[in-house]
């Protein structure tokens, strides 16, 4: 399944490009007037469902979120306009490509994917029109009011440098914004259910691309390291109870709910657990739970000598006379390597294999190579500088959106729609 951090495309509908969509795509909504049609709705819903690796019960509570964020990328886009912020196809096809890129397939490859699963090239554009556009309109408008001072970022760097047990959270957020009072209970309810989603085994990272609020939702939530004093006092309340790996319940903030996913812990200068690189081999051999008794003990002997290879060489040369596939894995981090993996490979040391794994295509073994514990990290002023700015726009984006919506004009053409957003 695609890895949707960056499932992005060019969009190229204009206001005139809407008013030819299909005669059989019933308008719901008129948002200052671009329209959202059925077909909008319906294509943003497939690519959800489709890049979550269809763990999303798509009901009447997800549906309204989806026509949210949709509401709310119309007037993204209609507010840049305004400030005559432009993304042109060139950047939006770069950032395709480099998607593609990530899940070693072209970008030729990848739009034939998405368009045998129903889903046009056009739906990926809409939503990352909205978010380059979004990014810089916030940016522009608010870098004189986003002003970290060096002192300022001189005082939080020599705070850290002294505080060397304060805990630090790689953290990544699911922001959804309320457009007003009357709809904070509808969004606490949908917040709940994607809490469910999430704990059935949708993405957090593809959710986040396609439904956050947040200017992070770009790069499917991620917020970085943070500490407790760098996050709103609602989300440093429930970090300390939350593991590597835990999602929060929804936390009621300022502008609405958010979804916080702890990926893991550190201490300030440290490196997290999950920074360290792991290199290792692994050979499957040619058995399976389907062969006979006599193939199986035929083999074992071979398999455990070459379990008991004392270096990679050894071990590879080994599994490969056995008539294994065997393939390295150079140097990667912890926290990329599958959970199931992580959990299989957590105790054993360098030069040890793990217990072998049978599966329908092989029974796998694991060598460990080696594993790296990461240098301490160095803070830099400019590292601080940076994420207080992007804590600061963060918030000033929350609050332009809340803006935006209770200006709107927006008019239902479609009875579901207005009892969905309660216009």
Not at 281 to 308: G, N, R
């Amino acid at each position: 399944m695609i890895n949707c951090l960056r499932l992005l495309s060019i969009f190229a509908l204009t206001s005139l490009c809407f008013a030819q969509t299909d005669a059989g795509s019933k308008i719901l909504l008129i948002v200052n007037k671009d329209p959202i049609t059925q077909h909008d709705l319906n294509q943003r819903i497939k690519l959800v469902t489709f890049s979550a690796g269809g763990q999303v019960n798509v009901g009447e509570t997800q549906k309204a979120e989806i026509l949210n964020s949709l509401v709310q990328e119309r007037l993204q886009l209609q507010a840049a306009k305004l400030k005559k912020i432009e993304v042109s196809s060139k950047e939006v096809d770069s950032a395709l490509t480099e998607m593609a890129k990530e899940n070693k397939m072209t970008l030729e490859q990848l739009i034939n994917l998405l368009r045998t699963n129903g889903i046009s090239k056009e739906t990926l554009a809409s939503r990352m029109k909205a978010q380059i556009a979004w990014a810089r309109y916030i940016r522009q408008q608010y870098a004189p009011v986003v002003f970290v001072s060096e002192a300022e970022a001189e005082r939080a760097l020599q705070k850290m440098s002294n505080d060397k047990i304060t805990k630090e959270y790689l953290l990544s957020e699911i922001s959804l914004i309320a457009r007003d009072k009357s709809q904070e209970a509808q969004l606490a309810t949908t917040a709940s259910s994607l809490v469910a989603d999430l704990k059935a085994g949708a993405k957090f990272e593809v959710l986040a691309q396609q439904l956050s609020k947040s200017t992070s939702a770009a790069k499917g939530g991620d917020l970085g390291w943070k500490s407790n004093a760098q996050v709103e006092p609602e989300i440093a309340a429930q970090l300390s109870k939350l593991a590597i790996g835990e999602v929060s319940a929804p936390i009621k903030v300022r502008d609405g709910y958010k979804i916080i996913k702890v990926r893991d812990i550190r201490h300030a200068e440290q490196r997290g657990h999950g920074e360290v690189e792991i290199s290792f081999t692994q050979a499957v051999f040619p058995i399976t739970p389907d062969s006979s008794p006599e193939e199986i003990e035929a083999l074992a002997p071979k398999i455990q000598e070459v379990m008991a290879c004392k270096t990679p060489q050894d071990f590879s040369r080994k599994a490969a006379d056995c008539s294994a596939a065997v393939q390295n894995t150079p140097h990667v981090s912890w926290a990329n390597i599958p959970e199931q993996l992580r959990k299989l490979l957590k105790n054993v040391p360098s030069g040890k294999c793990a217990q072998p794994v049978m599966t329908p295509n092989g029974l796998i073994v694991t060598y460990v190579c080696d594993k790296r514990e990461p240098k301490p990290i160095v803070h830099t002023k400019d590292d601080i500088l940076s994420n207080l700015e992007q804590e600061r726009f963060g918030r000033q984006a929350a609050r332009e959106m809340q803006k935006l919506m209770s200006s709107a004009h927006i008019e239902a053409k479609d009875e579901w729609a207005r009892r969905t957003l309660k216009l």
